[in-house]
T-cell receptor, first 116, second 115 residues
Framework: GAVVSQHPSRVICKSGTSVKIECRSL??????MFWYRQFPKQSLMLMAT?????????EQGVEKDKFLINHASLTLSTLTVTSAHPEDSSFYIC????????????FGDGTRLSIL | AQKITQTQPGMFVQEKEAVTLDCTYD???????LFWYKQPSSGEMIFLIY??????QNATEGRYSLNFQKARKSANLVISASQLGDSAMYFC????????????FGKGNQVVVIP
């Protein structure tokens, strides 16, 4: 089945550090990948949609200069949290969809980001 | 605006019993898709089952089945013969017709299976 790998699974770093999270589709090509943020005991909140070869589409209220997204190939998208602060601490999870829109999104295992 | 509603409080289910998780949705689209995902405490999102709006039969995948009632705009998930490993959060999601067909998620249902 379709596998999405997300790395790293956990990050703990100091305030002001920039953190890069990678999302890879291992056995399929994904023209579109999605980045979500999830607070404890809440649902997934879509941050941005990442399209291969073009700029990401950000949801309202998400700072594009704060959360840099690059979709360099059909199998890799990266999210960089720039100059992270404690309020950026959260669970970040990516997904990728193979082919047609009726196909499910397959999710990575998520990244728990803790900013001290 | 499209919307997914999951309102049940946390549920305790006896092992080997069936459990139904409610999901209602709101859309003006004729073509749409409904998904259920499972999220255990470890955090990963696991795809369970899909129902297309034009599918005439209810979707089934092993112990998971979807009770799709289009007129009532509901897509309830039924888990049969619950197992301890079914303890998790369960999210209902609908494919939106815009924004690269992204998913809109409900708030989730917490299920705890007890022996």
């Amino acid at each position: 089945g379709a596998v999405v790998s997300q790395h790293p699974s956990r990050v703990i770093c100091k305030s002001g550090t920039s953190v890069k999270i990678e999302c890879r589709s291992l056995d399929f090509q994904a023209t579109t990948m999605f980045w979500y943020r999830q607070f404890p005991k809440q649902s997934l909140m879509l941050m941005a949609t990442s399209n291969e070869g073009s700029k990401a589409t950000y949801e309202q209220g998400v700072e594009k200069d704060k959360f840099l997204i690059n979709h360099a190939s059909l199998t890799l998208s990266t999210l960089t949290v720039t100059s992270a602060h404690p309020e950026d601490s959260s669970f970040y999870i990516c997904s990728a969809r193979e082919g047609m829109s009726n196909q499910p999104q397959h999710f990575g295992d998520g990244t728990r980001l803790s900013i001290l | 605006a499209q919307k997914i509603t999951q309102t049940q409080p946390g549920m305790f289910v006896q092992e080997k019993e069936a459990v139904t998780l409610d999901c209602t949705y709101d859309t003006s689209d004729q073509s749409y898709g409904l998904f259920w995902y499972k999220q255990p405490s470890s955090g990963e999102m696991i795809f369970l089952i899909y129902q297309g709006s034009y599918d005439e039969q209810n979707a089934t995948e092993g112990r998971y089945s979807l009770n799709f009632q289009k007129a009532r705009k509901s897509a309830n998930l039924v888990i049969s013969a619950s197992q301890l490993g079914d303890s998790a959060m369960y999210f209902c999601a609908m494919r939106e017709s815009y924004g690269n067909n992204r998913l809109a998620f409900g708030k989730g249902n917490q299920v705890v299976v007890i022996p």
